[in-house]
T-cell receptor
Framework: EDQVTQSPEALRLQEGESSSLNCSYTVSGLRGLFWYRQDPGKGPEFLFTLYSAGEEKEKERLKATLTKKESFLHITAPKPEDSATYLC????????????FGQGTILTVHP | KAGVTQTPRYLIKTRGQQVTLSCSPISGHRSVSWYQQTPGQGLQFLFEYFSETQRNKGNFPGRFSGRQFSNSRSEMNVSTLELGDSALYLCASDGQSGETQYFGPGTRLLVL
């Protein structure tokens, strides 16, 4: 069974204090690993898709990396508007349309 | 390009009733997936439709069902509602399996 574990559950940072979120996964034939951001009461907002180990993608203050067992979301010099729940999900090669999600990391950035 | 839309956005029902939720995917997307999100269980996969066919199903009871129309719009139905069905129901669309899924704003269902 596909499994995704995110850590930490919650993270409090000061504005400008860089850090990383972790996503560990086990999946039968990784088709893709996805990072989303979710604000309270809203649907998840797409951030990155990673397909193979060694791949990296960047967007503004965020950088996602992928190994064979885990993915990291690095946040550089965060701002209060980066506060949200960050979700990691995997899709197995044989599983149509099914994303398996982790429980998420709640990030709070204080000014 | 317009995003994924879901209607209604909020719904209040009582136990035993049934409910139908609607999802319109991004134009050109043929795959629609449905998820249930609760504080305790997180995001859980319900089912996926592609070209009007259910290709995958999660571990939910038969009270949860869905369908997809020829224009790719999808509906999900929950019959005989239980208190535990209170959740945010999300749909997502993508062009084909393995591509990025884009989510709608969700339908917040409260069962009293």
């Amino acid at each position: 069974e596909d499994q995704v574990t995110q850590s930490p559950e919650a993270l409090r940072l000061q504005e400008g204090e860089s850090s990383s979120l972790n996503c560990s996964y086990t999946v039968s034939g990784l088709r893709g690993l996805f990072w989303y951001r979710q604000d309270p009461g809203k649907g998840p907002e797409f951030l990155f898709t990673l397909y193979s180990a060694g791949e990296e993608k960047e967007k503004e203050r965020l950088k996602a990396t992928l190994t064979k067992k885990e993915s990291f979301l690095h946040i550089t010099a965060p701002k209060p508007e980066d506060s949200a729940t960050y979700l990691c999900a995997v899709q197995a090669g044989t599983s149509y349309g099914k994303l398996t999600f982790g429980q998420g990391t709640i990030l709070t950035v204080h000014p | 390009k317009a995003g994924v839309t879901q209607t209604p956005r909020y719904l209040i029902k009582t136990r035993g009733q049934q409910v139908t939720l609607s999802c319109s995917p991004i134009s050109g997307h043929r795959s629609v997936s449905w998820y249930q999100q609760t504080p305790g269980q997180g995001l859980q996969f319900l089912f996926e439709y592609f070209s009007e066919t259910q290709r995958n199903k999660g571990n939910f009871p038969g009270r949860f069902s869905g369908r997809q129309f020829s224009n790719s719009r999808s509906e999900m139905n929950v019959s005989t509602l239980e208190l535990g069905d209170s959740a945010l129901y999300l749909c997502a669309s993508d062009g084909q399996s393995g591509e990025t899924q884009y989510f709608g704003p969700g339908t917040r269902l409260l069962v009293l």
